[in-house]
């Protein structure tokens, strides 16, 4: 079967990910270099399954050795990256370095060693402000902060790599993700977090105050509307692109992953006020830069190509989110 090599495994998505894949039977190399990820989630994979290696490794360094040793690296799943819109605003210089030259790297050192797979982690914030909705993958990309327009410089070399080099892909744009694994084992640390479901809960189990940071924006409570896929379902359609990747070649696919509807902030808010019957303080923050309105996804063409769709409700999600952050207040510690 080959092994998946996995990038920014000890992050938020890449860690329920690789519990995913392996609980799959996949035996996965794991790449970290922990800039916003935990060494207690390797510990806890690493303990709980016998098929995974893991390199503490930064993706703008040689690779060459990773290749080297782990010889049966069929394809990679590429989630290392900055990811925070504000924090782009404010350092570009960091979002197109980590995100772009990390990947070009990483996308080159595969070529060298002949792995021509990948399923990379892109995002809605490569379209900017919604001009309709659902927002398509034909939908114009007018990114507005320096994380989407990263993103979208990769999806462009990996594009003519595909067109040039050979190169298969993946590319799934992910809309807002939440939620933890289903058994709450496994989920979000950020510190600070800046995803709004993750932050509504533990607003709501009293483990650190909710700000509200959105700005006030042109929808009908003047919060933002936005997709939240639950966690589990996005990488359950990673491993189906991972499956297909496998069995055939020439595919060069770009798909949006969310769940085809829309919640402003505030629907998300009294969401997690019903489920845990507690009230959230509304404290308004400080309105964050970079955002837009309104945006969610059309999801026709991952359920076309690679018959997906997203199994776990909101409901769902917030109730793994309860596990997990019952167990882990402050998520992995270090
Ligand atoms: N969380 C979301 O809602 C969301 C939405 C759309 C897209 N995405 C994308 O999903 C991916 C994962 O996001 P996440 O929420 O899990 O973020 P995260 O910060 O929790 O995880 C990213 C991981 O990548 C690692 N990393 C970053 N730069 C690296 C480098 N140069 N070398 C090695 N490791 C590096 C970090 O240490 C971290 O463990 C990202 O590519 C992000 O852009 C996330």
């Given at each position: 079967?080959?092994k998946?090599?996995?990038?920014?495994?000890?992050?938020?998505?890449?860690?329920?990910?690789?519990?995913?894949?392996?609980?799959?039977?996949?035996?996965?190399?794991?790449?970290?270099?922990?800039?916003?990820g935990?060494?207690?989630?390797?510990?806890?994979?690493?303990?709980?399954?016998?098929?995974?290696s893991?390199?503490?490794?930064?993706?703008?360094?040689?690779?060459?050795?990773?290749?080297?040793?782990?010889?049966?690296?069929?394809?990679?799943?590429?989630?290392?990256?900055?990811?925070?819109?504000?924090?782009?605003?404010?350092?570009?210089?960091?979002?197109?370095s980590?995100?772009?030259?990390?990947?070009?790297?990483l996308?080159?050192?595969?070529?060298?060693?002949?792995?021509?797979?990948?399923?990379?982690?892109?995002?809605c914030?490569?379209?900017?402000?919604?001009?309709?909705?659902?927002?398509?993958?034909?939908?114009?990309?007018?990114?507005?902060?320096?994380?989407?327009?990263?993103?979208?410089?990769v999806?462009?070399?990996?594009?003519?790599?595909?067109?040039?080099?050979?190169?298969?892909?993946f590319?799934?744009?992910?809309?807002n993700?939440?939620?933890?694994?289903?058994?709450?084992?496994?989920?979000?640390?950020?510190?600070?977090?800046v995803?709004?479901?993750?932050?509504?809960?533990?607003?709501?189990?009293?483990?650190?105050?909710?700000?509200?940071?959105?700005?006030?924006?042109?929808?009908?409570?003047?919060?933002?509307?936005?997709?939240?896929?639950?966690?589990?379902?996005?990488?359950?359609?990673?491993?189906?692109?991972?499956?297909?990747?496998?069995?055939?070649?020439?595919?060069?696919?770009?798909?949006?992953?969310?769940?085809?509807?829309?919640?402003?902030?505030?629907?998300?808010?009294?969401?997690?006020?019903?489920?845990?019957?507690?009230?959230?303080?509304?404290?308004f923050?400080?309105?964050?830069a970079?955002?837009?309105?309104?945006?969610?996804?059309?999801?026709?063409?991952?359920?076309?190509?690679?018959?997906?769709?997203p199994?776990?409700?909101?409901?769902?999600?917030?109730?793994?989110?309860?596990?997990?952050y019952?167990?882990?207040?402050?998520?992995?510690?270090?």
């Open positions: 079967m080959g998946i090599l996995v990038t920014g495994c000890a992050g938020y998505i890449g860690s329920v990910a690789t519990d995913l894949f392996l609980k799959n039977g996949y035996a996965i190399v794991g790449v970290d270099n922990f800039q916003t935990y060494r207690l989630v390797i510990e806890v994979l690493k303990n709980k399954y016998k098929n995974f893991f390199y503490e490794r930064d993706l703008k360094d040689n690779l060459d050795d990773i290749f080297q040793k782990e010889k049966d690296i069929k394809i990679v799943v590429h989630y290392a990256a900055s990811c925070m819109v504000d924090e782009s605003m404010k350092d570009p210089q960091k979002y197109f980590n995100n772009v030259c990390g990947s070009l790297n996308l080159n050192t595969m070529l060298k060693f002949n792995v021509k797979k990948i399923v990379f982690s892109s995002t914030a490569v379209y900017g402000e919604t001009q309709y909705t659902p927002v398509d993958e034909n939908h114009p990309k007018n990114p507005i902060n320096p994380y989407g327009e990263s993103k979208r410089m999806e462009k070399i990996i594009e003519w790599y595909g067109k040039l080099l050979g190169l298969n892909y590319i799934l744009r992910y809309f993700v939440c939620g933890a694994s289903d058994d709450g084992e496994i989920g979000d640390s950020k510190k600070p977090s995803l709004l479901v993750q932050n509504a809960v533990r607003g709501a189990l009293g483990i650190e105050k909710f700000y509200l940071t959105c700005p006030k924006v042109d929808t009908p409570d003047n919060t933002p509307i936005r997709d939240y896929i639950n966690v589990v379902d996005l990488n359950e359609a990673h491993l189906l692109a991972v499956e297909k990747l496998l069995k055939e070649d020439n595919i060069f696919e770009i798909i949006n992953l969310g769940t085809g509807s829309g919640n402003s902030v505030l629907e998300i808010v009294s969401k997690v006020e019903e489920i845990t019957g507690k009230k959230i303080d509304r404290v923050g400080k309105t964050r970079g955002e837009y309105a309104k945006i969610y996804a059309s999801i026709e063409k991952a359920k076309k190509v690679l018959g997906w769709q199994k776990r409700t909101i409901e769902d999600s917030v109730k793994s989110l309860i596990a997990w019952q167990k882990h207040p402050n998520g992995w510690e270090k």
